[in-house]
């Protein structure tokens, strides 16, 4: 049984920092990547950021590049998403998810996450 479990996310001002996590327990060793999708009121989830399991290799989408950080620490089997200079836009839920079969690349399609945790409110006021 595979497990993810978001937390960390509250209600902060623009330009404040937060820090997600994201617990894993049963399969998700052999998770291949994982990463962070956020979905916002209205719209699509997104994708936000990832991490390769092998070579802790990242990818991160344009619109957070430069302000969201993500890492993994394997002893704590958690997964962080460090989130500086935070705007209104970023505003949403975020979601951790364990991409299991992933190619030699890094995917950022929400079909190719195989498991997904509940969710964590990010709120930014302006």
């Known amino acids: 049984q595979v497990q993810l479990a978001e937390s960390g996310g509250g209600l902060v001002q623009t330009g404040d920092s937060l820090r997600l996590s994201c617990a894993t327990s049963?399969?998700?060793?052999?998770?291949?990547?994982m990463g962070w999708f956020r979905q916002a009121p209205g719209k699509e989830r997104e994708f936000v950021a990832a991490i390769r399991m092998s070579d802790r290799s990242t990818l991160t989408a344009d619109s957070v590049k430069g302000r969201f950080t993500i890492s993994r620490d394997n002893a704590k089997n958690t997964m962080y998403l460090q989130m500086n200079s935070l705007k209104p836009e970023d505003t949403a839920v975020y979601y951790c998810?364990?991409?299991?079969?992933?190619?030699?690349?890094?995917?950022?399609?929400?079909?190719?996450?195989?498991?997904w945790g509940q969710g964590t409110q990010v709120t930014v006021s302006s």
């Open positions: 998810a364990a991409d299991q079969w992933a190619p030699s690349w890094i995917r950022k399609s929400v079909t190719d996450y195989e498991y």
């Open positions: 049963g399969r998700t060793f052999s998770a291949t990547v």
